[in-house]
């Protein structure tokens, strides 16, 4: 439903200044609610039944008028309300009307039917609402045929839950009781303090009140839960008591989380040391969720995951077991960033997820510094600018224009750039210095709210720094796009010099994006940044590393300015550079061919992060249009001999491209197959195919990223051989008449299934597709679901995208098999007809949340114009579908835009030169 254009302008203009924008009396909001009706404090009430529909609810909140009104605005979304009533300051009460001013938004008014004065009021609402389908709100999902309720509020569900004030900035306590079946079990944020009998077979728990909380962080859960027996967390210097700690899951599933529990106070003792503030809230559950949308959601002490993050045995995949650590410690560092301190508007949401990414990695090298989360910042940043590197790129700091932007803004832009941000200026003032920053700025704002400006000054006062630093961070913030370093070698006055200059990284084909800015338009929406490539500069702290006669040194230069330069000083004769140092920066650089050459001559030297670094830089100067395929094949072959297994199958992603793209005949890709098969074959035959005794995780991650490329993408008949005798066993029969799945190794039971899929066509996937209903095990849900998703014959693959909307699937699960299938023209093709014909089921699964995604569902993959402009035909009549679609169209078509543009660069031939 399209709002009036006067609103939505003012509305824009407001967001784009840093400034709330508030409705005047005749206008539904378009951005945030006024600021003169804040909430105090709420008593939300639930009556739950799982095996219903529906359930009912009773909301009292307590509300501060700062001018006298007839009305409030306020959130609530699908909520069948059957009576409000409000009390003034006097105490007295009458009834009041509930006005769905704007449905689709979820925006309402409370008419009072006269102007109360200002001062403090209380509205109480009693509603009743559907359990939620989508995931979101309070929803209902199903496990071993048993119901449970649970809630995802972030981030801006809650008002499908209970009427509020669905924003961060509105942080009030909340006192929370839940009337359920005696048989069930309820559990919240905080810990219980009382059980009555409420009627013939039910029970109502009341909870502590709880600290001041966004409605975001609001979670509670009604079902048959297992619960661990409480474990504590002993005290440290921050923290005089011992902190409760508890593992939910599923009926049978808690002694599965033994492992998570184990784990879990090293996090918190961890986090505790470096923000110098111990945990705050009273007790720490970590639930297992039968199914959810997020990966995991950092709700004050009841933090929730998907099942295969928390539910771990002696047999589960190494990925699950090393993902479990590192997202529980993503979801604990939010209890101080997020929690503790909360962004005070959704632009600001990178104060939450950045910081909770890179509070992570640090924890994890404490911690478990065999899992080299310094390598995973790296591939998290290089993640991160494949999209910051398109013209649609939002930036860190994106201005809310509606929902929209609200719903696509937990992105790889959030999360992994804006870690790589920070880490890049903690480089810059040191890890002391910028601890103490973050400590300051904790204590200034706990309990309450914060936005980027009081980030920055913290760290800016704990460094000595002024304006010039906080230009240069907020630089990195508030616009998009990677920075490209250039660089070149001089000699000047006898001594090596390395000049600078930086630009705007825009791969080939970007200048050439006109159905991105007509999609933004049509909605809109700021979706293209109207800055490209020359007038735009950041603040970039630039560490070279230098060859010298007895090894390397590191230079480091601020660039603020289109162009610079920097002594080396002590530099060898010739002698080659690094233009990264350690990683620690986020931005590409490029090489001339001769330099480029002496740095590859030297990347053995590199540190393990470096060479990432290097990957990054040739596949940079490949999309930018400066090297041609066989040269990218010659520049990444010396990584491939590394002992680190993130820098030795670092050149994969970027070979399969070439592969599937640039390769045209037989020939072309049998030279491509026979370059994987030398580099990669002998290391995967060292480790085997099956677990050893004794192995590191490392190994078993190698053998698991090893197999699925040679065996499913380059299809070397050694490698699927070995996978195919795992999933023909793993498809076996038991005697109970189940699929003997634990045959296979569980590192590699996705893609056994994948090759026995491939070769044994329907009888495999009629099998998977009977079995996946059975399973409750998510690690072999997950191996079902991957061997599907490796389908290839045509009908057979429309047969698995059917069975991706039906119920056995899980909503979060479906999307694993919409994604798949994409590798060939005549793939994508029977992929967009099906999309086409199933749109509306598709929509209604996904929900409101999802909206960005569906594009991508669409035509990800593709790689011509003529897939380009389909997409953006079918979508441009369908904006307002679901919040979040016009900037999904914008980036999706860009994306196969310029996969179209490099595609048509490429000379084939240079493959076998």
Not at 21 to 38: I, N, T
Not at 452 to 475: E, P, R, W
Not at 874 to 891: E, H
């Amino acid at each position: 439903m399209r709002r009036h254009l006067r609103p939505l302008l003012l509305t824009a203009l407001a967001a784009s200044c840093g400034m709330a924008f508030a409705a005047s009396a005749d206008q539904v909001p378009a951005g945030r609610l006024p600021a003169w009706a804040v909430p105090q404090s709420y008593r939300i009430a639930f009556k739950v039944d799982p095996a219903q529909t529906d359930f009912s609810g009773t909301t009292t909140i307590k509300v501060k008028l700062a001018q006298a009104s007839d009305h409030v605005w306020l959130d609530g979304a699908e909520l069948k309300v059957s009576k409000v009533t409000v009390t003034d300051a006097a105490g007295k009460a009458h009834d009041a009307k509930y006005v769905e001013a704007d449905p689709k938004a979820g925006v309402v008014r409370v008419d009072f039917g006269s102007t109360l004065p200002a001062g403090e009021i209380t509205l109480k609402f009693d509603y009743t609402a559907p359990l939620n389908a989508q995931l979101q709100g309070l929803y209902k999902v199903t496990a071993k045929g048993q119901p449970y309720a649970m809630t995802q509020m972030e981030p801006i569900s809650a008002r499908f839950a209970f009427p509020s004030f669905d924003e961060p900035g509105f942080k009030t306590p909340f006192d929370i009781s839940i009337t359920l079946p005696d048989s069930q079990v309820a559990v919240a944020n905080t810990q219980q303090v009382s059980e009555k009998p409420a009627g013939q077979g039910w029970k109502t728990v009341t909870f502590a009140q709880t600290l001041p909380l966004p409605t975001y962080l609001v979670a509670f859960g009604v079902g048959p839960w297992d619960i661990t027996p409480t474990a504590e967390i002993s005290p440290d210097a921050y923290r005089t008591k011992p902190l409760p700690l508890r593992g939910i899951a599923a009926a049978g599933e808690a002694h599965r989380m033994s492992h998570v529990i184990s784990e879990t106070p090293s996090i918190i003792h961890a986090l505790e040391n470096y923000y110098g503030f111990g945990y705050p809230w009273d007790k720490l559950d970590v639930l297992a969720a039968p199914d959810f949308a997020a990966g995991a959601m950092e709700n004050a002490g009841l933090v929730t995951f998907r099942d295969w993050l928390l539910l771990l045995d002696k047999d589960s995949p190494a990925r699950n077991v090393r993902g479990s650590f590192n997202v529980t410690a993503h979801e604990l560092a939010h209890q101080w960033t997020g929690d503790t301190v909360t962004l005070a508007w959704w632009n600001d949401i990178w104060l939450n997820e950045a910081f909770a990414t890179w509070m992570q990695e640090k924890v994890t090298e404490e911690v478990h510094p065999e899992y080299r989360a310094d390598l995973d910042r790296v591939r998290g940043a290089q993640g991160a600018m494949a999209s910051d590197s398109l013209v649609s790129a939002r930036s860190i700091r994106q201005p809310i224009t509606g929902n929209g932007d609200i719903m696509t803004a937990f992105d790889g832009i959030t999360y992994q750039k804006g870690a790589s941000v920070i880490g890049m200026f903690e480089n810059y003032v040191g890890e002391q210095t910028f601890q103490k920053g973050m400590r300051a700025y904790i204590q200034a704002h706990k309990f309450g709210n914060a936005d980027a400006d009081d980030l920055v000054n913290a760290i800016a006062t704990a460094a000595g720094k002024g304006d010039d630093f906080k230009h240069a961070f907020k630089s990195f913030l508030d616009q998009s796009g990677v920075p490209y370093v250039q660089t070149r070698l001089a000699q000047k006055d006898g001594q090596t010099v390395l000049e600078l200059k930086q630009t705007r990284y825009l791969p080939l084909g970007s200048h050439d994006a006109p159905h991105v800015r007509q999609i933004c338009q049509a909605d809109r929406g700021p979706c293209v940044d109207s800055q490209v490539e020359g007038d735009r500069t950041w603040g970039i702290p630039v560490c070279v590393r230098y060859g010298t006669t007895d090894g390397s040194k590191v230079a480091c230069s601020m660039l603020d300015k289109a162009g610079g330069s920097m002594a080396l000083t002590g530099a060898s004769t010739p002698t080659w550079v690094m233009p990264n140092a350690n990683a620690a920066g986020y931005y590409r650089f490029s090489l001339d061919k001769s330099e480029l050459g002496a740095l590859t001559k030297e990347v053995a030297k590199l540190s393990d992060t470096e060479q990432l670094a290097y990957a990054d830089a040739i596949n940079a100067s490949f999309q930018h249009g400066d090297l041609d395929a066989g040269q990218v094949l010659a520049a990444l072959e010396p990584l491939t001999a590394s002992k680190t297994s993130q820098v030795a199958t670092a050149p994969l992603g970027q070979v399969g491209w070439i592969y599937h793209h640039v390769a045209k005949t037989d020939a072309q890709r049998a030279r491509i197959a026979d370059w994987v098969k030398a580099a990669y074959l002998p290391k995967l035959e060292a480790l085997g195919y099956q677990r050893k005794a004794g192995e590191s995780e490392d190994d078993s991650l190698l053998r698991s990223t090893l197999a699925s490329a040679l065996g499913l993408e380059f299809k070397l008949p050694e490698v699927r051989a070995e996978l195919l005798k795992q999933g023909e066993a793993a498809l076996q029969k038991n005697a109970n008449g189940r699929l003997n799945l634990t045959a296979a190794n569980p590192d590699l039971l996705g893609d056994a299934l994948g090759v026995a899929v491939q070769t044994q066509g329907k009888s495999a996937v009629d099998a998977l597709i009977a079995e996946l209903p059975q399973t409750s095990d998510p690690a072999l849900r997950n191996g079902i679901l991957g061997g599907l998703a490796s389908v290839e014959d045509p009908a057979l693959a429309e047969q698995v995208r059917d069975f991706a909307i039906s119920k056995p699937v899980k909503v979060g699960e479906m999307a694993s098999l919409l994604r798949s299938g994409r590798g060939t023209q005549a793939q994508r093709d029977a992929t967009w007809t099906w999309f086409n014909s199933h749109y509306a089921q598709i929509l209604a699964r996904t929900g409101s949340f999802a909206g960005g995604a569906l594009p991508m569902l669409a035509g990800g993959g593709g790689c011509s114009s003529r897939e380009a402009q389909r997409l953006q035909s079918f979508f441009r009549s369908r904006m307002n579908d679901a919040a979040g679609i016009s900037r999904g169209l914008a980036q999706t078509t860009e994306s196969i835009e310029l996969c179209a543009a490099l595609t048509v660069r490429q000379d084939p031939a240079s493959i076998t030169h």
